[in-house]
């Protein structure tokens, strides 16, 4: 199946500090990505929508200023976490969806582990 | 709005038992697709199967098969013959209308072998 990577996959910062977190397809296009928040046996929660080349669609509730997201090209997604706070600690995972495949080829990264101090 | 609930917040079975991991959906869109993901301790969603609203048959992907009840709006997934490696916590989810892939994940299923 298609690879999604994400990078890092660990990140420790300061409180009030910014962190982008990278999401890429490897070996497919994708216009379309999607960035989710899973805090500590809870389920994934969707944050918002990428798309490529316009704005992200954010879920109600997700603070668009907080959580800045850039889907600047066709394999690329950024997240970025913006003057962060211990309370944004969390795994946060995003998909992308290989538009070539039928309805379930949506593939997941590794996740990235967020721990703010 | 769609919803997705697992019932099951931990199960324990014995080695090389099926196991049935429960999911019951609501949604009023009559097209919908339903997925299975494994999430092991190191965090990577895992897809094992998929089923669409339309779909026939129950699908079935090497040990994992998709007990689909559409008039129940249930859709269990059943491991046949469970391994030490089937441990791990086990999402069901759902996407209505294909050109929106957003999926609502249930609260999940702690699935424990034991040998």
């Known amino acids: 199946g298609a690879v999604v990577s994400q990078h890092p996959s660990w990140v420790i910062c300061k409180s009030g500090t910014s962190v982008k977190i990278e999401c890429r397809s490897l070996d497919f296009q994708a216009t379309t990505m999607f960035w989710y928040r899973q805090f500590p046996k809870q389920s994934l929660m969707l944050m918002a929508t990428s798309n490529e080349g316009s704005k992200a669609t954010y879920e109600q509730g997700v603070e668009k200023d907080k959580f800045l997201i850039n889907h600047a090209s066709l394999t690329l997604s950024t997240l970025t976490v913006t003057s962060a706070h211990p309370e944004d600690s969390s795994f946060y995972i995003c998909s992308a969806r290989d538009e070539r495949g039928g309805p379930k ?13 | 709005a769609q919803k997705i609930t697992q019932t099951q917040p931990g199960m324990f079975v014995q080695e090389k038992e099926a196991v049935t991991l429960d999911c019951t959906y609501d949604t009023s869109d009559p097209s919908y697709g339903l997925f299975w993901y494994k999430q092991p301790s190191s965090g990577e969603m895992i897809f094992l199967i998929y089923q669409g609203s339309y779909d026939q048959q129950n699908a079935t992907e090497g040990r994992y098969s998709l007990n689909f009840q559409k008039a129940r709006k249930s859709a269990n997934l059943v491991i046949s013959a469970s391994q030490l490696g089937d441990s791990a916590m086990y999402f069901c989810a759902m996407r209505v209308s294909f050109g929106n892939e957003k999926l609502t994940f249930g609260t999940g299923t702690r699935l424990t072998i034991i040998p």
């Not at chain 1, 080829?105 to 101090?117: A, E, I, K, S």
Request: zero cysteines; aromatic letters at 16%.
């Open chain 1, 105 to 117: 080829t949506q593939y997941f990264g590794p996740g990235t582990r967020l721990l703010v101090l």
